[in-house]
């Protein structure tokens, strides 16, 4: 599979420059064909009977096997959740906590992975934050908020509105030793890098596929370290928590139904009722991502991030992104002055990224090309000057 294809999936790079996929991506025609199918399918199959679903069920089964894959987790690690912050609060309500416990986070996060910490505030959990440092959290700033009252460190994996990357191998060792967790927002990180969940120590992870996954909104997937399964209980439960034999005799015997005794496995977590076609539209997205091969999708993606830092750099730009590779990904932020008058032209020009904490956010993923990078850097030049 070469870029040409991989474009040719997406009619919105027939007339515009989409660098964008921090916020909301396009999603693939093949992702939207196999929903519009699925639907089709399943409407038939509720008025006639007469549709095998089997084939639909396992393509969304596969949906957990390929997030999995992304990850380096294996499926039975892997819950059907619908976004990234109804699983951080999952696990955020189920941590053991007590009245002087407290929670690490940073001024890096999105406010999904704020809010749901703040919110554990109400049962007396302090959260900390870690102020950065010009887009950065350094380890010794975090080293020195880590005690053994810290319950978990929240980290959204890659910032963002900054690309920040962490050092979350180094940040796990750090809380282990304190007898806490490590909570990931992956959301701005699983699809444009190769992950590895058990080398870098997460515990869990909760993440949707609406952005570098390239899928529709509604699926997502949350990642529980498989000896923390069963040691853990959702703090809100759905039939998928119960054990399937109660269940069974409830619905097809008799009401017998007077203790909560849970799901052995993954699915005790998946408490909600799914959107199954969003699931069927995930899993052509991650395949798509998974054939070009996701080591191909990082080493693109840095390409073009570096292309276009020096190109920014060259102009002038003042970067809210840190410079050194190793701290950064996918995602690039420069402060602008007239940033209404750029926002407006690049959005003329056909260029769309956002604007975001008083810079502009741009976010291109593998299959952007220099080209494009080269239109939005003239656009920027031409509206500075
Ligand atoms: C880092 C981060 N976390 C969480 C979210 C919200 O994700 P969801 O809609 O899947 O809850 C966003 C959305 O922009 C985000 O950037």
Known sequence: ?????????????????????????????????????????????????NVDLEPWRNKILNSKSLFAKLIGAREEEIAYIPNTTFGLNMVAQ????????????????????????????EKGVKVRFVKDDKGRVSLDMLREMVDDKT?????????????????????????????????????????????????????????????????????????????LIEEFNPPIVGEKSLDPDIVEKNIYEMFDLYELRYSRGISKYEVVHMDDAAYVGAEESMRLILDFGIENVERKIKEIDDYLIEGLLEMGCELQTPIDELERHAIINFRAKNIDRIMNE????????????????????????????DKLLEILKAAKS
């Open 94 to 121: 189920m941590l053991p906590h007590k009245h002087d416990s407290n929670v690490v986070t940073n001024t890096l996060e999105y406010l999904s992975n704020v809010i749901t910490w703040l919110k554990l505030g």
């Open 1 to 49: 599979m070469n870029i040409r294809d991989v474009r040719s999936e997406f009619p919105i790079l027939e007339s515009k420059i989409f660098l964008n996929h921090a916020a909301v991506s396009p999603l693939p025609l093949r992702a939207a064909e196999a929903m519009k199918k699925f639907i089709s399918d399943k409407v038939k199959a509720r008025s006639t009977q």
């Open 151 to 227: 319950i978990a460190v929240a980290i959204g994996q890659v910032g963002w509105y900054n690309g920040f990357k962490h050092d979350l191998k180094a940040i796990s060792e750090m809380i282990h030793e304190k007898g806490g967790f490590l909570v990931v927002d992956a959301i701005q990180s699983v699809g444009n890098m190769k992950m590895d969940v058990r080398g870098d120590g997460i515990d869990f992870l909760s993440c949707g596929t609406y952005k570098w996954l390239l899928g529709p909104q509604g699926a997502g997937f949350l990642f529980i370290r498989e000896d």
């Open 346 to 373: 690049l959005t003329k020009n056909g260029i769309i990224v956002s604007q975001r904490m008083s810079g502009i956010r741009v976010s291109p993923h593998f299959y952007n090309t220099k080209d494009e990078i």
